[in-house]
Structures are given as C-alpha cells and as structure tokens.
C-alpha cells in the first residue's frame, strides 16, 4: 500500500456546492476501490491524502489529473505504508482552514 499527498488550485469555477459534489463522487468511487483518505480545500486550493493498492492509487491520481475543476497537481509526498492512518474514510472533507490534517497524516 501507498499513502500519496498532493496539492492542486481549484479552478475559478468551483463553489461549496463543487466540493460537496467531489466528496460524495469520491466517497462512492473510493469505497469501490478501497481507497482512503481526507480532502481539505480551503477555498481557493486542495491538499488530499490517498491511501490505498499502488495501482488503484495510480489510477484515481490519473483521473485526479484530468479534472479540469483544478490545476497546478503537485505531488507532495508520497510513501509505502504497512496500514492506513484514514481507515474507515473512503473519503473525509476536513475542516476546510486546516490542511494540518492531511499534512500530520503523512508522518503517521
């Protein structure tokens, strides 16, 4: 398993509404996936933390990629890990100031 951390800008275009959207879209697609982690966007960008089978991670961030409702995709970190630090969250929105959160995980 992996534990990948990136940071993307939202694009203009994005509201509370969008976000809800993702989170939800996400929380359905990663629980079929089996994979884990939080988002925190505060406004203006992203930082999520993904936590799953290298290949299912691989494969989210390239769809992550393609989302044209961000930009700038920046890996932050990325590591092996022997258990999950989100396990029961196929998907979290954290609090939306605090990107403390998802950052600390990656110490985990």
């Known amino acids: 398993m992996i534990r990948l ?3 993307s800008t939202a694009a203009y275009s994005v509201t509370a509404d969008t976000v809800a959207q993702i989170v939800e879209q ?3 697609a990663n629980s079929v996936n089996n994979i884990t982690g939080a988002l925190a966007y505060n406004g203006r960008n992203f930082c999520q933390l993904l936590e799953g089978e290298e290949t299912a991670v691989r494969r989210l961030v390239e769809n992550i990629i393609a989302d044209d ?6 890996i932050l970190d990325e ?3 022997a258990r999950r630090h989100f396990d029961s969250w196929s998907m979290q929105l954290v609090d939306r100031l605090d990107f403390s959160v998802v950052i600390n995980a990656m110490e985990a």
């Open 5 to 7: 951390l990136y940071f």
């Open 26 to 28: 996400a929380t359905a």
């Open 69 to 74: 409702r961000h930009s700038g995709f920046q």
């Open 79 to 81: 590591k092996p890990i």
